[in-house]
């Protein structure tokens, strides 16, 4: 036979299994859209960790340009190689 005291912890441990579980759960869920942005910059840092002479050319023609003009050649460029790209 078991101790009331046993029974008692016993049943109080299932409890906090069951609200940890469901709090975990919470928490991943709340953090879903974070980790997908957090694995769009892990995927920037790598390319920018694998092109550094690229990288290192962008900076400067965004401080000699500006951010705007560079941007706007950025995307003529991607359309021209898309449009390429179908050709």
């Known amino acids: 036979m078991r101790h009331p005291h046993l029974q008692s912890l016993e049943e109080r441990r299932l409890e906090l299994t069951e609200r940890s579980t469901a709090q975990r759960a919470a928490l991943a869920g709340s953090f879903a ?32 340009l500006g951010g705007r003009k560079v941007f706007g050649l950025v995307a003529r460029g991607v359309t021209l190689f898309a449009l390429l790209r179908k050709l």
Do not use: E, I, Y
């Open 33 to 64: 859209p974070l980790a997908a942005k957090a694995a769009a910059l892990d995927r920037a840092t790598a390319a920018v960790r694998s092109h550094p002479l690229l990288a290192a050319g962008v900076a400067a023609a965004v401080a000699v």
